[in-house]
Nanobody, 128 residues
Framework: QLQLVESGGGLVQPGGSLRLSCVAS????????VAWFRQAPGKEREGVSC????????SYGNSVAGRFTTFRDNAENTGYLQMNILKPEDTGVYYC?????????????????????WGQGTQVNVSS
C-alpha cells in the first residue's frame, strides 16, 4: 500500500521560499499523479497543484500560479512543491496526495475524491 510522508514545512517571512517534499513508499510513485492540497484553519481544503505521472502536465490553483512550482523525481519516488514569494495567506497544512489530475473543460478540478492516498501533512506558517 502506498504511503506518503511530507516534509519541509516551517516558519518563513513573507516574500520567502520553502520547498516541500513528498516521499512515497510501498509502491511506485510513477504510477500516479501527485497533487498538493492545503488547508488553513476554518477554511476548506484547497487544491494547490497537480503533476501527471511522468511530469508532462502541470496544473496550479489560481492563488498560487506563477509563485509555486511542482515537480517530481520518480527515480527517488519523491514529489516536490517549490513555493516562492510566500504570502501570509499561504499559511496552512500542506498535504500531498496521489491519484489522477482530472480536468473539466481544460481546468484541473482539484477534487479530493480523485486522490486515494494522502500524507499526514506539513505545517507552513508565513508571518513576519
Amino acid at each position: 500500500q502506498l504511503q506518503l510522508v511530507e516534509s519541509g514545512g516551517g516558519l518563513v517571512q513573507p516574500g520567502g521560499s520553502l520547498r516541500l517534499s513528498c516521499v512515497a513508499s510501498g509502491s511506485r510513485l510513477s504510477d500516479y499523479a501527485v497533487a498538493w492540497f492545503r488547508q488553513a484553519p476554518g477554511k476548506e481544503r484547497e487544491g494547490v497543484s497537480c503533476i501527471s505521472p511522468l511530469g508532462g502536465s502541470l496544473s496550479y490553483g489560481n492563488s498560487v500560479a506563477g509563485r509555486f512550482t511542482t515537480f517530481r523525481d520518480n527515480a527517488e519516488n519523491t514529489g516536490y512543491l517549490q513555493m516562492n514569494i510566500l504570502k501570509p495567506e499561504d499559511t496552512g497544512v500542506y498535504y500531498c496526495a496521489t491519484g489522477t489530475c482530472v480536468r473539466h473543460d481544460g481546468t484541473w478540478r482539484a477534487a479530493a475524491d480523485d486522490f486515494g492516498s494522502w500524507g499526514q501533512g506539513t505545517q507552513v506558517n508565513v508571518s513576519s
